[in-house]
């Protein structure tokens, strides 16, 4: 399948070892911020999943977009549905890693979260700031402060020991890291806020967005903020997809 800018999605199926290549490309913010070009590709993320799920093949995906899109394709993927083999084709320092969670998922090199939780108001909505790759606490508060997004309780999560492009060595600490991420969250969310939208800012490898996208559906409501690294708009933070 091959689609025209400003995205493309490239399916190539290799018959021998029974295998399905898949790249996804989008090229700037403007694509997911613009309405029309943002439904276009989530319904075309959507249809290529559903395929991916009808073909029962072993798949390697390229994600080189954005986090929320990376995201959104693994919740399209639920893992609790979908049964995959899912092989992520990440960009690190050292080249393109592939990246597949094992099926003890028992890492040989532990992940810890840093966690601060900030009570903000007694409303039912909730942010997550994730730092993996960068400590972004301090600018989602600004954000969230600025736009006079109505959270009751901030919960930031700080990889550990310290936000870089090489704390995440592969998908077992993706995948341990996301389970105790979601434990903590859910933890932290009673009463009212059980029911309140979830408002997710991620500094992460695209894998990782993707794996927690397979995981998220227990979350109910939310939201996913990109960062306007490109400076095409206003150099911030932007809403980009709402789910479900």
Not at 223 to 238: H, I, M, P, V
Request: overall charge positive.
């Amino acid at each position: 399948m091959n689609y025209s800018a400003p995205f493309s999605a490239t399916k190539i199926t290799n018959m021998n070892q029974n295998l399905i290549y898949f790249s996804l490309l989008t090229l700037t913010l403007c694509t997911v911020l613009n309405l029309s070009l943002n439904l276009k590709l989530l319904r075309k993320i959507k249809e290529i999943s559903e395929s991916l799920l009808q073909a029962k093949k072993p798949v390697i995906i390229r994600l080189d977009t954005h986090l929320s899109i990376s995201f959104y394709f693994g919740y399209c993927l639920d893992a609790k549905y979908a049964g995959l083999d899912i092989t992520i084709l990440q960009k690190t320092l050292a080249g393109s890693k592939e990246w597949k969670p094992t099926l003890n998922s028992s890492s040989s090199t532990k992940v810890w979260w840093e966690r601060e939780i900030i009570q903000v108001s007694d409303n039912e909505d909730i942010a997550l700031s994730i730092s993996v790759t960068k400590d972004i606490g301090q600018d989602v508060l600004e954000y969230l402060s600025n736009q006079k997004i109505g959270v009751g309780k901030v919960l930031h999560f700080k990889i550990s020991p310290q936000p870089s492009n090489t704390v995440i060595e592969n998908a077992d600490q993706i995948t341990q890291a996301v389970n105790e991420l979601l434990i903590e969250t859910n933890r932290n969310r009673t009463g009212k806020t059980k029911l309140g939208r979830v408002h997710i800012f991620i500094a992460a490898p695209n894998a990782f967005s993707f794996f927690m996208g397979q995981l998220a559906k227990p979350l109910g409501k939310m939201t996913l903020y990109e960062f306007d690294f490109e400076r095409t708009k206003d150099g911030s933070y932007n809403p980009v997809i709402s789910l479900p």
